[in-house]
């Protein structure tokens, strides 16, 4: 039994107190979403060229966490089409793309992965975009490591705006319902 | 001895199959008939020491009879010379395979078979090498149009058309100035 003259010392714990951070479940999980997004280099063409400068000393996409290049779809989280997509392969990125768990997304990296770029042949599909959903599109014949950067940046913000739990609840209680 | 000597000494052992040589900037050109094309080879390779196989090439003269050509560039291992024998191949005519000759001969055969549809006999292994089994159609042709043609075969691959927004673009060389020259949208049935 505590004495009337007693004070409570744990009544403030400052190296509990200054830990604590309040935030919504959403956004803590976009913050760690956005901050290691493990790209699936699906090297096809020149792009991919650019896309291991990106991932080098001087551009270093480790930066932005992303420097876990996976080679294993079920590991990977962004589909980085760095390349031309001809129809041979094209049922080979669709089938990369299938393997990845959600949740997941895909960058057309350059003119021939957004376009069919300067393909217009009777070998070479005309944008990634008609096989998989797309979120980001970068110009550029290959684009420069910076331009990636800026799209995978893009991508980030994307990223933050989800309310994947949210959307998780309303679905659970649709079918529910 | 030069590539020209070899030409005269073919000339002679073959006679009139031997429909034609040109020479042009030293580059010796045979155009043979299409029975004497594997023994003409088979003598370069054997007889004057033509041991390497650079490439076969095929061309589509479409509108004439017969309709294609392959292209055989042959050279000595130390490249002091280069011979380039052709044949005139109607549709649907096959050629003998020239793989017995030169391993290498492979693949450019299957290539010119995958592309212009043009069947080598005695082939080990003639199927398509770019394009998939079950394409149904040769793209370097002239009468294949350039966007392509929608094809399907589950699984395996799909083509579609390409949108080519007037084009193709092409230039005109020997015009008379440079903005003649320019490629344009030329249209193309």
């Keep these: 039994m505590l004495s009337p003259t007693t004070t409570l010392e744990t009544a403030y714990d400052s190296k509990i107190e200054s830990n604590v951070i309040v935030t919504r479940v959403d ?56 390349g031309t997509v001809t129809y041979k392969m094209a049922l080979a990125v669709k089938r990369i793309w299938d393997q990845m768990p959600e949740p997941k997304w895909c960058v057309a990296m350059g003119a021939c992965a957004s376009s069919g770029g300067m393909y217009r042949s009777y070998a070479v599909l005309q944008g990634i975009d008609q ?5 980001v599109y970068i110009s550029g014949c290959p684009p420069r490591p910076e331009a990636l950067i800026a799209g995978l940046m893009r991508l980030q913000e994307k990223v933050d705006t989800e309310h994947a739990l949210m959307d998780q609840k309303r679905s659970m209680l649709a079918g529910s319902a | 001895m030069a590539a020209a000597e070899d030409v005269k000494l073919l000339r002679e052992t073959f006679a009139e199959k031997v429909l034609e040589s040109v020479e042009f900037r030293d580059e010796q ?73 030169w391993g290498g001969a492979d693949w450019h055969e299957r290539e010119v078979w995958d592309m212009m549809g043009i069947g080598f006999a005695g ?67």
């Design chain 2, 29 to 101: 050109t045979l155009l043979v008939t299409l029975e004497a094309l594997h023994p003409v080879l088979a003598h370069c390779r054997n007889e004057l020491g033509y041991a390497m196989l650079l490439d076969i090439s095929s061309v589509d003269f479409l509108g004439e009879e017969p309709r294609f050509e392959v292209v055989y560039e042959l050279a000595t291992v130390d490249d002091a010379k280069r011979l380039r024998v052709k044949a005139k191949v109607a549709e649907d005519a096959p050629v003998a395979s020239a793989v017995d000759l």
């Design chain 1, 27 to 82: 956004a803590a999980m976009n913050w760690v979403r956005k901050n290691s997004l493990w790209p699936m280099p699906m090297g096809l063409a020149c792009c991919a060229i650019e896309l291991m400068a990106t991932a080098s000393a001087r551009f270093d996409i480790s930066r932005f966490g992303m420097e876990v290049m996976r080679f294993s779809p079920r590991q990977a989280d962004v589909l980085v089409v760095s």
């Design chain 1, 131 to 135: 096989l998989i959903p797309v979120d």
């Design chain 2, 123 to 189: 082939h080990p292994n003639l199927k398509r090498i770019l394009m998939w089994e079950g394409y149904p159609y040769f793209p370097l042709r002239k009468d294949f149009p350039l966007a392509g043609r929608p094809t399907e075969l589950p699984d395996v691959a799909f083509t579609g058309v390409a949108p080519l927004e007037g084009g193709p673009f092409v230039a005109c060389a020997g015009a008379p100035n440079a903005v003649l020259r320019e490629p344009r949208s030329q249209a193309i049935d």
